[in-house]
Every structure is written in C-alpha cells, then in structure tokens.
C-alpha cells in the first residue's frame, strides 16, 4: 500500500497568519494516464471531511483561493494564507492513483 | 444539490453483522463510483473499498476483503455496506462518498454523508 505521511500533525496558527502542510508519498503518485491523483480534505469537528483541493492544484467549488496546492511525484504541500477562524480543524491528504486508496493521518490546525 | 443521506446508528453484538445504508439525491448514482471509509475514535480516515454501482463492480483494500460487503440499488440510487462478524474493533463511524463529474471535470470524494456511528459491544 501506498503510505502517505503528512507532517506536522498539529500546527499552532494565528488568525490571519500562512501555513503549510506538507503530504508526502512512498511511491510516486503519477498514474499511468498522465495524472497526478492526490487531493486535500478539511474534516471540521463533529463534521464530514470536505473536498478543498483535487488533482494536486486544483480547487474544488466554492473553496476560497486562500488554499493553494502544489507539489508533483512524491512530495505535496497544501497553503492556507490569511486563515480564518472556519479554517480550524484536520487536514488530510488522499491519493487515488493506487488501489488501495490511502489518506495521510491528518493535520490539526489549530489556534495559537 | 447533491445530498448523501447515511442511516442511523447501529448498536452490533460481536460476532453478528451490521448493514449501513447511503441514499443520493441530486446526482444518479449509475454515473459514479460511491466509497466507504471508515475512522475508528479519535483517528484518521481509512479506505475501506468502492463500488461501480452501474455494474456492482467492487475493489476493497485487503483488511477488509472479509469484512465488508458493498452493493447498490440503482432503483433507489442508495449504496450499502453490510459489515459481517463484528469485532470491537470494528467500532467507528463509516462514511460514503461519491466521486462527481460534472462539464468535463471529475472529483474524487467529492460530496460525503453524515456517517452513521457503528458500536460493537456486548
């Protein structure tokens, strides 16, 4: 299985402030078609994990441009600049090029 | 508006089975691959397997080759997942979610239900 190690597992944060996450991959995560199948999710306490970023870069519906992803092969970085509160809670990183499917372990954002 | 609904809580004896329902609105289900995942108390999520309901074609990830059983009824647009010999182990809340494609462009776990909260115990 594909192992995804996200890091930090808790990042203090002012409001305001500009984070990054970091999702990294135990093997490369281009699929065979061309594409890179690595997507970012907010779970917000006591909610359902919601899509921010899909396909690297790429942001879902509705997800302010303050989130940002990047990254190619192994190594992603998920940007939150000017956070605000609704901001707070896990962040996980999903790879869908290899079956199983495999989430990182998480990231709490978390206030200072 | 796309809406997935999941049942209700499950209190399972171990060694008995459980079956979890997931009903779409706002997105036909023959057009997507629908995922269960589970997180156990206080944990990260886990992928436990997806289902082409069009075709009832299923992938698990191997923990749960023996465990989970996913089918859809396409009729309904609802998905399940029957959980078999539950262990307390088995205790978490298991979520669906549906991949989406809509003018060209595909997302994966795009839209996910509530979760319905599974605890085994005796």
């Known amino acids: 299985d594909v192992l995804m190690t996200q890091t930090p597992v808790s990042l203090p944060v002012s409001l305001g402030g500009q984070v990054s996450i970091s999702c990294r991959s135990s093997q490369s995560l281009v699929h065979s078609d061309g594409n890179t199948y690595l997507h970012w999710y907010l779970q917000k306490p006591g909610q359902s994990p919601q899509l921010l970023i899909y396909r690297v870069s790429n942001r879902f519906s509705g997800v302010p441009d303050r989130f940002s992803g990047s990254g190619s092969g192994t190594d992603f970085t998920l940007k939150i600049s000017r956070v605000e509160p609704e901001d707070l809670g896990v962040y996980y990183c999903?790879?869908?090029?290899?079956?199983?499917?495999?989430f990182g372990a998480g990231t709490k954002l978390e206030l200072k | 508006e796309v809406q997935l609904q999941q049942s209700g809580a499950e209190l399972g004896k171990p060694g008995t089975s459980v079956k979890l329902s997931c009903k779409v609105s706002g997105y036909n289900i023959r057009n997507t691959y629908m995922h269960w995942v589970n997180q156990r108390p206080g944990k990260g999520l886990e992928w436990i397997g997806r289902?082409?309901?069009?075709?009832?074609?299923?992938i698990y990830a191997e923990k749960f080759k023996s465990k989970a059983t996913l089918t859809a009824d396409t009729s309904s647009n609802t998905a399940y997942m029957q959980l078999s010999q539950l262990k307390s182990d088995d205790t978490a809340i298991y979520f669906c979610?549906?991949?989406?494609?809509?003018?060209?462009?595909?997302?994966?776990?795009?839209?996910w239900g509530q979760g319905t909260l599974v605890t085994v115990s005796s």
């Open positions: 289902i082409d309901p069009a075709n009832g074609n299923t």
């Open positions: 999903l790879q869908s090029t290899h079956f199983p499917n495999t």
């Open positions: 979610a549906i991949d989406y494609y809509s003018s060209y462009i595909y997302y994966w776990f795009a839209y």
